[in-house]
């Protein structure tokens, strides 16, 4: 055996220790970089949440009592937008319309002469028409009348009312148009419960 086997060994022994040293001190760095860090974010996370959880836990009472006004509020709200759409109609259905204001005017010794429809008015939340009467009749049973339209079911409202009177004269011609609302639109968000 040569004087140099014995230095090389010890140099590869040593070469050896050293790479195993690296490769330690490698997983190591490789451990605490995407470990230890992360396991220590999620922990200080998971920390500030549960604090952040104790505090609405606390809190919920107060919550609950200021939102119990408020989910009332909402139901009748609700009521009210489902009664609406109750007196909204999907589609426009201008006989029954028409008879609905033939047997008013009948009932209120009012005389219709003549109707016009519009054109249809397509909207982003419902659809609009207008329907035109040219009528007759004592101003009272124009007042009954109109008080006839605002009870039927379907939502209608009165866009332009011209009376006129005669001098001496019991009846009174008058034009009235009223927009007739249908085909309802819903964009209701779903609602979630919290508590």
Not at 3 to 28: D, F, N, Q, T, Y
Not at 97 to 114: G, S
């Amino acid at each position: 055996m040569t004087p140099e086997k014995p230095e090389r060994i010890s140099l590869i022994g040593w070469a050896l220790h050293a790479g195993g040293i690296a490769v330690v001190v490698v997983a190591i760095a490789v451990f605490y970089k995407f470990v230890y860090c992360q396991l220590h974010e999620r922990s200080v996370a998971d920390y500030e949440r549960a604090e952040q959880l104790q505090l609405l836990l606390a809190s919920s009472s107060q919550v609950q009592r200021v939102q119990r006004p408020l989910r009332e509020e909402l139901s009748k709200l609700e009521l009210e937008v489902a009664a609406i759409r109750g007196r909204l109609p999907d589609t426009f259905d201008k006989t029954a319309f028409v008879r609905e204001v033939c047997e008013a005017a009948d009932a209120t010794a009012l005389q219709v002469l003549d109707y016009r429809l519009s054109a249809p008015q397509l909207g982003p939340s419902f659809s609009s028409t207008e329907v035109s009467l040219v009528c007759t009749g004592s101003f009272a049973s124009i007042c009954r009348f109109l008080q006839e339209i605002d009870q039927l079911a379907r939502v209608t409202e009165i866009s332009k009312l011209d009376l006129a009177s005669e001098i001496n004269s019991d009846e009174y011609p008058f034009q009235v148009t009223f927009v007739l609302y249908y085909g309802a639109k819903s964009h209701d968000r779903k609602r979630e419960d919290v508590l």
